[in-house]
């Protein structure tokens, strides 16, 4: 279970604490994509690693110990880092909506008309 994070700031106005939010919100997903991207870069080493190794096995008509025990070849991994990138967009999108609910919240008119200026600007 993955642990609950909180923000806090103290500013002398929602929009300025809002953009604090936002430069940590650009910071956290930076580096989730700087993370993603040394993941893709392993899975795809991996991936040349695994097909060295088969050719070689190949080459040489030896069975592996893993497929000589168990009778069946080991199943590939699942790609992490595509996960990562639609975890990283599914972020991006929850902080647009949630700096849009606090612009809501804040502003003077109604919902129904802030609901309807941002279905226009999209």
């Known amino acids: 279970?993955?642990?609950?994070?909180?923000?806090?700031?103290?500013e002398e106005s929602s929009q300025a604490a809002s953009a604090g939010f936002i430069q940590e919100m650009r910071q956290t997903l930076q580096k989730a994509q700087e993370i993603t991207q040394v993941i893709s870069e392993a899975e795809s080493i991996a991936e040349d690693a695994t097909k060295f190794c088969e050719a070689i096995?190949?080459?040489?008509?030896?069975?592996?110990?893993?497929?000589?025990?168990?009778g069946k070849p080991q199943a590939a991994?699942?790609?992490?880092?595509?996960?990562?990138?639609?975890?990283?967009?599914?972020?991006?999108?929850?902080?647009?909506s949630l700096l849009q609910m606090c612009n809501i919240a804040e502003s003077?008119?109604?919902?129904?008309?802030?609901?309807?200026?941002?279905?226009?600007?999209?």
């Open 57 to 70: 096995q190949a080459q040489h008509l030896v069975q592996s110990k893993k497929l000589a025990l168990t």
């Open 108 to 122: 003077p008119a109604s919902v129904a008309t802030c609901l309807e200026n941002s279905d226009r600007a999209r």
């Open 77 to 96: 991994a699942v790609p992490l880092a595509a996960s990562l990138t639609r975890e990283i967009q599914a972020s991006v999108v929850w902080t647009q």
């Open 1 to 10: 279970m993955a642990s609950p994070v909180i923000f806090l700031s103290a």
